[in-house]
């Protein structure tokens, strides 16, 4: 896997089946305003942003693309400004999530490739894909380029699945998928090997649990899950929805005990349309930004302990 990047200097300042049932909550934006506007991102190449992960090589960097495009921006997370713009060597079905974790190069994006549902003429696939490429170093001028993608295709044991939601593990690799759905089911999937290879073929994920959210009568959007992330500590996960973000899990504990852990429901901040998430790298909250047809977006940040 290699990275051909126009250099240019600029520094940046087992199986576990599991079914979780929540009580509905009512939700209200102006009740829980509890959100920091970090910034507004305007580049007209990032069209509808639609996943956040927060890069290992480069501190104070959230990568961001966008639905149907092979376009990549690296932002400042402290003011949003765009301080990368990479395209990858692919064009996307439809990628729905973005996450950063460990791979035999170091650290890479992994991007998920997952959504049934494209903007783009034709049937609707029944294999997906994880895309995955080396991060970039910009300390080194990596600002801009090709990213080179190695790419894994995957189908359901169960059918075709509309999805919108991808997690990476911090430490081990392992990959998940969470699907969506009209009705708040989601079903967590991941590969059979726990990094796959290159070459693989079309893999059949394993369903290792299934996760009911909270409905809201007359508002599917409530309950749909948009995108998730892992804890840098491995111990906790994020759902969010268009309207609602929960949390999974207790420190110190096992990823698996989050899979079966009561949920606590966190700050939502109130986006038209949410369907991005992502850890501060030190834990100490979560960015988002929302869905838009153009910019400008907005990035925000929760302080979450």
Excluded at 135 to 160: C, K, M, N, Q, W
Aim: include cysteine.
């Amino acid at each position: 896997m290699t990275i051909q990047l126009a250099r240019r200097s600029r520094g940046v300042a087992a199986m576990i089946a599991v079914a979780v049932t929540l009580a509905v909550l009512p939700w209200t934006a102006a009740a829980e305003p509890g959100y920091t506007v970090i910034g507004t991102v305007t580049d007209p190449e990032l069209i509808e942003p639609s996943g956040l992960a927060a890069s290992r090589v480069n501190p104070g960097v959230l990568y961001t693309h966008g639905e149907d495009n092979p376009y990549v921006v690296a932002l400042d997370s402290t003011d949003a400004s765009v301080v990368g713009r990479y395209r990858a060597d692919l064009v996307p079905w439809d990628w729905e999530d973005a996450a950063v974790g460990p791979c035999p190069t170091g650290s890479c994006i992994y991007f998920g490739d997952i959504g049934k549902e494209s903007g783009r003429a034709g049937p609707q696939p029944t294999t997906f894909a994880i895309h995955r490429v080396a991060e970039p170093d910009l300390a080194e001028g990596e600002s801009s380029g090709t990213l080179h993608v190695d790419t894994f295709r995957f189908a359901y044991p169960d059918g075709a699945k509309n999805a919108e939601a991808l997690m990476v593990h911090p430490v081990n690799g392992r990959i998940y998928v969470l699907t969506k759905s009209n009705t708040g089911w989601s079903g967590i999937y991941t590969f059979p090997k726990r990094v796959p290879q290159p070459g693989d073929g079309i893999a059949t994920l394993r369903k290792v649990g299934e996760l009911q959210l909270p409905t809201r009568e007359g508002d599917t959007n409530f309950s749909k899950v948009t995108a998730a992330a892992i804890h840098p500590k491995a111990d906790r996960f994020l759902i969010r929805t268009y309207k609602a973000v929960y949390e999974f899990g207790r420190p110190g504990k096992d990823l698996d005990k989050a899979f079966v852990a009561d949920p606590v429901r966190l700050v939502d901040t109130a986006e038209r349309q949410g369907e991005t998430i992502e850890y501060a790298p030190d834990g100490s909250g979560y960015f988002t930004m929302g869905e838009e047809n153009a910019p400008p977006y907005t990035l925000k940040f929760v302080a979450h302990g």
